[in-house]
């Protein structure tokens, strides 16, 4: 099979027949063999009768149906899991996404070696400052830390894997934001980039608030911390345990030398237990210990949730 492409979708049933329609008249020009996998994330309204009664007239339509509102990175993890192609395209169901641009996108993929290309709506039909302006400054924030200077819209829906990728890598949480980084850190560093149409939403309205831009700092901060020192947590907990516990140590070495030397030289000195430098030595000795100690745990659990991906499926076409 040349192309899968994986929809994940909340509440667009006015939209699928149309994207449907539409990628199935670009796949038959291109003389593509194609699926088309739809991820119904506890839909409420009739987007899983569409779904069914797409795949009824175009067995190339599959379908999955979570039975509650999961989020977008689960949804990406299951249309991964169960892709044939050589190719997977992901886009957006409210059609802001163009199922024109997947020739070109397949082409990149194929024929210019890339790993994975990524989207980037130069032109946006968003708001200005609820959308625009934070993507902006997430996107320079993700481009620094994930050193992916390349890539100017992290969070575009509109991409192209090899297939080896997305069965390379596990996302988990609101992940989808930095799959390009996932991608580096499991090996894939051929990562490109295609101007790609931004079309204004024709049904319903956005899903996601503002609230995305905190989420979306905090799992880059998450996905730079883990893939630095995911598999060896002892390498940072244990470094700055060891550093706070040896400046604590140093410290209350001093005040009891200079006790000491009071005692030695028989002149007045005030009782260690008066003195602020006592108690701070003594709390940074605590947690340093306790650092360290987190690290040690830390590396006993790193990774070995074995639920991290178990969501519950109520139906599969």
Not at 3 to 14: F, G
Not at 147 to 175: P, Q, T, W
Not at 225 to 251: E, Q
Not at 286 to 305: D, H
Request: charged share 25%.
């Amino acid at each position: 099979m040349d192309i899968s492409v994986v929809i994940p979708l909340y509440n667009e049933a006015e939209s699928l027949p149309e994207l449907e329609a539409w990628i199935h008249r670009v796949m038959e020009e291109h003389h593509f063999s194609y699926e088309i996998i739809f991820i119904n994330d506890g839909s409420t309204d009739d987007s899983w009768r569409i779904i069914q009664e797409l795949q009824a007239k175009n067995p190339n339509v599959r379908g999955v149906k979570f039975r509650r509102n999961y989020g977008k990175s689960p949804g990406l993890q299951c249309g991964f899991a169960r892709t044939r192609g050589e190719v997977v395209i992901t886009m957006d169901a409210d059609l802001q996404d163009s199922p024109d641009e997947i020739p070109e996108l397949y082409r990149m993929i194929k024929e210019d070696g890339y790993d994975l290309v990524s989207g980037w709506k130069q032109k946006r039909y968003d708001p200005v400052l609820s959308k625009n302006l934070p993507s902006k400054l997430f996107n320079a924030t993700a481009r620094k830390l994930s050193g992916i200077d390349n890539l100017h819209d992290f969070n575009c829906g509109l991409k192209a894997y090899r297939s080896e990728v997305v069965k390379s890598i596990e996302i988990y949480n609101d992940m989808h934001r930095y799959i390009p980084y996932m991608a580096k850190v499991a090996g894939f560093s051929r990562i490109g980039e295609k101007v790609v149409q931004h079309q204004a939403r024709k049904y319903g309205t956005s899903k996601f608030g503002l609230n995305r831009f905190v989420h979306g700092y905090l799992d880059l901060i998450t996905l730079w911390f883990t893939s630095t020192f995911g598999r060896k947590p002892m390498h940072f907990f244990g470094l700055g345990g060891s550093l706070m516990f040896i400046i604590g140590f140093l410290a209350l070495a001093v005040v009891l030398c200079s006790k000491l030397f009071h005692l030695w030289t028989n002149t007045p000195a005030p009782l260690v237990t008066d003195r602020p430098y006592f108690f701070i030595a003594l709390t940074a000795m605590i947690i340093g210990t306790q650092l360290f100690l987190s690290g040690f745990v830390a590396e006993l659990l790193a990774r070995q949730s074995q639920d991290r991906n178990d969501y519950k499926i109520e139906d599969e076409i």
